[in-house]
């Protein structure tokens, strides 16, 4: 156990899907796992462990902001071994031809600041995906005939954001999306030497101020885990 997470040792699986949203760890934990048990429960940060294709595979809940979410990686790669970890989340659009419930995989994560900026100080450190996860992501994304984007994506510190110059320049320089996470998840995983990817669903367009339905969540969700379970195990 960790403070963090009560999982007793050999309960977290070498292998861990990372949804903000503990129910939405819950609904693909019963809908894609086998032989599916929960893990964790503190705090309401609910994790499981199943089976898929006979792989063992962890979903645990990662909560909001890259805080939140180095605190639960830390967690996995440092006490529970922890050696692949994929983001499976939503983000915001940011460029015309990124449509609402296309996937983005995430090669880079650009920031205004992580929790590791302390360590790295005046260095701007440029963290990115693994490319053996990345590759075997696009590949099934392919298969699947989703539509999906590959390149930089944005995280953001806040979800209330009040620098529209500051949008501009990410989307004047390619960024595809927004979200909050996966900066730190990459810089951990480099620290840590483990894989990490984030699969992203657009659900929202900050230009043209689309929203995909809540209806539709569920069914684009769906996707991003198969997707990522098939680049996890190729």
């Known amino acids: ?6 999982a007793q040792p050999g309960e977290i699986a070498e292998t861990v899907l990372l949804p903000g ?11 894609f796992l086998k032989d599916v048990a929960c893990v964790n429960q ?13 792989n063992r595979v962890t979903i645990q809940g990662s909560g909001m902001g890259m805080p939140s979410l180095s605190i639960y990686a830390n967690e996995l790669i440092r006490e529970y071994g922890a050696k692949t970890l994929i983001r499976i989340g939503s983000c915001g659009g940011m460029q015309p031809h990124v449509g609402i419930r296309d996937l983005i995989l995430a090669m880079t994560a650009s920031s205004l600041s992580t929790p590791s900026s302390g360590i790295f100080r005046e260095l701007n450190f440029a963290p990115c995906a693994d490319w053996g996860l990345l590759r075997a992501a696009a590949i099934a994304a392919e298969a699947k005939a989703t539509k999906f984007h590959v390149g930089g994506i944005y995280s953001s510190d806040v979800f209330y954001d009040e620098r529209p110059d500051l949008n501009e320049q990410m989307t004047r320089h ?25 699969i992203l669903t657009v659900s ?27 680049a996890a195990f190729p």
Request: hydrophobic residues 45%.
């Open 21 to 31: 949203d503990p129910y939405r760890a819950k609904w693909a934990a019963e809908t």
């Open 204 to 230: 929202d367009h900050l230009a043209t101020g689309e929203a995909l339905p809540p209806e539709d969540r569920e069914r684009s969700f769906g996707d991003m885990v198969e997707i990522a379970l098939t």
């Open 42 to 54: 503190v705090r309401g940060m609910l994790g499981f462990t199943g089976t898929w294709n006979g």
């Open 1 to 6: 156990m960790t403070i963090h997470i009560g």
């Open 174 to 198: 390619g960024i595809l999306g927004v979200e909050m996470e996966a900066a730190e998840l990459y810089n951990l995983a480099a620290r840590h030497s483990v894989r990490a990817l984030a």
